[in-house]
């Protein structure tokens, strides 16, 4: 276990991470191998231990240092852990730490997106999904359902996100993901060189319903979701290879980004 640091007070600079950094600065977009992020709950962290990324600090209630978090530390045994009372440590942070624990955690480069892709049959496409706990629930159907990788627009909100992270209870780093350089053209070239049908999915007049055999036959199937407002833009709809929709009831025009992807993931498993 690294060395203890009990706080009376949350000025010290090396905390800025956890509350006082902009989500630029913490990303650090010009320098990634400097950029961190911050992963809540034990079994989040744990999730990110074991995928190879490697944590700065600890940050919780002094509970869980005998607690929940025990085995965590005990691999981890040169990094510090920062504890004081639940009201000091919120009012550093601006919540309640409901799980307990935190860790700040250094990135890592992120793969090409020809290298998650290389040997997928199914994977999903972001555009502009800016909304972290969508993005974050998407990520969780994903790894649930089977999906192989996942690549996100330039506009796509940051999946290392506290709230994404959190959201997608850790599966984030259990899924190969990867960011396009450009949307549409570049990354729809990258997607047809790979072999890969690209299917917008959206409530279009000329598309296939799901449920529709011929989609159960395809071999690499890219399923391209948009964001939460809109949904795909027209030019991304025209620019696909087929239009995907869940047929709706009652009047209903859409589901929210998260349950779509799920119902889609779902019925669109590779055998």
Not at 182 to 198: C, D, I, K, M
Request: glycine share 8%; charged share 25%; net charge negative.
């Amino acid at each position: 276990m690294g060395e203890i640091i009990y706080l009376d007070s949350v000025d010290r600079e090396e905390l800025d991470v956890y509350a006082r950094l902009t989500e630029a600065q913490i990303r650090n977009r010009l320098e990634p191998e400097k950029g961190v992020f911050i992963a809540e709950s034990p079994k989040v962290i744990r999730l990110a231990l074991d995928a190879g990324f490697e944590p700065v600090s600890f940050l919780m209630e002094e509970k869980h240092i005998e607690g929940d978090a025990k085995a965590i530390l005990a691999r981890c045994p040169d990094v510090p852990v920062y504890t004081g009372d639940r009201a000091l440590l919120q009012s550093l942070t601006g919540y309640t730490l409901t799980r307990g624990v935190l860790a700040a955690m250094r990135r890592t480069p992120q793969p090409a997106p020809e290298t998650v892709i290389r040997d997928a049959k199914r994977i999903a496409v972001l555009e502009g999904i800016t909304d972290a706990g969508n993005l974050g629930a998407i990520v969780r159907s994903a790894a649930a359902l089977n999906v192989d990788a996942l690549l996100l627009t330039p506009t796509c909100c940051d999946p290392l996100n506290r709230r994404a992270v959190r959201v997608s209870m850790g599966t984030i780093f259990q899924v190969p993901w990867a960011t396009l350089e450009s949307w549409p053209e570049g990354g729809l070239s990258l997607l047809r060189r790979a072999g890969f049908t690209v299917a917008a999915t959206a409530l279009a007049e000329e598309s296939i319903a799901l449920g529709d055999p011929r989609l159960k036959a395809i071999d690499r199937l890219a399923l391209v979701f948009g964001t939460e407002g809109d949904g795909l833009k027209l030019h991304t709809i025209t620019a696909c290879d087929l239009t995907i929709k869940i047929p709706m009831a009652h009047g209903v025009d859409s589901l929210n980004v998260a349950a779509a992807a799920a119902v889609l993931f779902w019925e669109l498993r590779a055998e």
